[in-house]
């Protein structure tokens, strides 16, 4: 586990977040522990990927990897340091009781870790939410760098 420094609670979700508008699609964060991080999402007709009836179901993955991401954000907030990006290496064992997300629900996005050793590589146990309903599971695999732009111009 590591040492972590809480932010004061709930908290915007962007300055965490290695995303700037419209991609910063997790509103805020409500709850952060040594090991998990709890997020919202507010679902309305203006939020990306939106479609007619609502966000499609698999928006939720998204959803999740920016809930670890913000996780990493207050991490690296906490030791210092600025907010690096990271990579979604794979998302599994996903399972959805829906088809999307309603307008009008207020998500919440649980994500807890499972292993995070120091070589980047993450993978983290995450739910979505809604008024006790789990709508959305998820083993989800990340990938952070220790110099993410190095690692890119490298190429993957």
Not at 19 to 25: F, G, K, Q, S, V
Request: charged residues 20%; contains cysteine; negative net charge.
């Amino acid at each position: 586990m590591h040492a972590i420094s809480i932010p004061e609670l709930p908290c915007a979700a962007e300055p965490y977040l290695p995303h700037d508008a419209p991609m910063a699609l997790i509103d805020e964060i409500v709850s952060v522990s040594e090991g998990s991080l709890e997020a919202v999402v507010a679902i309305h007709p203006a939020c990306q990927f939106a479609a007619q009836d609502g966000v499609p179901v698999w928006v939720g993955v998204e959803y999740m990897a920016q809930g670890i991401a913000a996780f990493g954000g207050v991490l690296a907030r906490s030791r210092g340091e600025p907010v690096k990006i990271g990579f979604l290496v794979s998302a599994r064992r996903v399972s959805c009781a829906v088809d999307s997300f309603n307008f009008g629900d207020r998500l919440r996005v649980v994500v807890q870790e499972v292993h995070m050793p120091d070589d980047g590589l993450a993978t983290f146990d995450c739910r979505i939410v809604q008024d006790g309903d789990e709508l959305m599971t998820a083993r989800i695999n990340v990938y952070q760098p220790a110099d993410p732009i190095k690692y890119l111009e490298q190429g993957l």
